[in-house]
Nanobody, 123 residues
Framework: VQLQASGGGLVQAGGSLKLSCAASGLTFSSNNMGWFRQAPGKEREFVSA????????YYADSVKGRFTASRDNAKNTHYLQMNTLTPEDTAVYYC?????????????????WGQGTLVTVSS
């Protein structure tokens, strides 16, 4: 199984980025997908999750209204549109896949993880 995250970079505060996570080696359409992030010196935290069929999405309070998770099951790809970015969003962002009956916010709700993509927001 491979989850390849991309789309990170350097952006000014108030700007936008769109992350992508390309999946292979698993039945993508049967897996819930999540985004987590880890800032320097901090623990990994939940950002967003989307149900296997795209029918439901969930967000951390800190990103609600600014970030939008989506997926294209035909392309085996999961996305995170990030708008109105702030320096507090600076982190390595990881995508994750998990086959559960529920859509989880915990790291152990996911079985597979990508390598991470760095997002840096300058003030």
């Amino acid at each position: 199984v491979q989850l390849q995250a991309s789309g990170g970079g350097l952006v000014q505060a108030g700007g936008s980025l769109k992350l992508s996570c390309a999946a292979s080696g698993l039945t993508f359409s049967s897996n819930n997908m999540g985004w987590f992030r880890q800032a320097p010196g901090k623990e990994r935290e939940f950002v967003s999750a989307i149900k296997w069929n795209g029918g439901s999405t969930y967000y951390a309070d800190s990103v609600k209204g600014r970030f939008t998770a989506s997926r294209d099951n035909a392309k085996n790809t999961h996305y995170l549109q990030m708008n109105t970015l702030t320096p507090e969003d600076t982190a390595v962002y990881y995508c994750a896949a998990g086959r559960r009956l529920w859509v989880g916010r915990r790291a152990d709700d996911y079985d597979y993880w990508g390598q991470g993509t760095l997002v840096t927001v300058s003030s």
